[in-house]
């Protein structure tokens, strides 16, 4: 019988917005960039209301951690001392408007290192909130995008298995933590074998 992984990843490893909004759509939701210390480039994001009333849109940027169980994958740290920041370099060109139902707009964010940033991995994340207009309804959703930036330069690379187990007959789980200076993409081959009879069953783990 096959059995299936469930995996759980620790060091930044998603690739969804950080919050799923209701009917909106934020994208690309991960963007990985290698930049030199100096370089300042502009990366456009694209929101689509997928909904039939418009609403009132807020850009907001933020830094984030990993979370520490898989429930939590991702933590914004708001204005929590951080040594991965990027929000202090990430700029909203557009800071707050009106989305109409079935409306896609452009979002451009400009990322601007200055000439003396230390190398090593950044991550940060621009958020949406969005209201609706029509003040009778209170809902606020939010959708994000993850930006994981490397600076490049001497760094420390290191990661470790910080716990692997199995959740039940057929699925099996991993934590792994990066504990250098940039996100390692860990991967593998996972085999089990069956004590009876010797089959052997494996299961590739894709770089995450």
């Known amino acids: 019988m096959k059995r299936f992984l469930l995996l759980t990843l620790l060091g930044f490893s998603l690739s969804q917005p950080v919050l799923a909004g209701n ?11 290698t930049l030199a210390p100096g370089d300042q480039i502009k990366q456009e994001l694209t929101l689509t209301n997928h909904t039939t009333i418009a609403v009132q849109a807020t850009v907001t940027v933020t830094d984030f951690s990993a979370g520490r169980d898989s429930t939590t994958p991702v933590r914004l740290l708001d204005d929590e001392p951080n040594p991965f920041a990027l929000k202090p370099f990430l700029t909203p060109q557009l800071r707050s408007f009106v989305l109409l139902a079935g ?12 000439e003396n940033a230390s190398p090593g991995d950044r991550y940060g994340a621009v958020v949406v909130s969005l209201v609706p207009t029509d003040r009778a309804t209170q809902t ?24 692997f187990g199995r959740l039940d007959d057929n699925s099996f789980h991993l934590d792994y933590e990066n504990t250098g200076q940039v996100y390692l993409k860990p991967y593998g081959r996972l085999t089990l074998t ?12 894709d770089p995450w």
């Open 23 to 33: 009917g909106f759509e934020l994208g690309p939701s991960k963007i990985e960039l």
């Open 103 to 114: 409306q896609s707009i452009n979002l451009p964010v400009l990322l601007d290192l200055p």
């Open 140 to 163: 606020v959703s939010s959708v994000g995008a993850l930006f994981f930036v490397r600076v490049t330069g001497l760094v420390s690379e290191a990661g470790r298995l910080v716990a």
């Open 194 to 205: 069956n004590r009876l009879t010797g089959e052997n069953f494996s299961k590739n783990i």
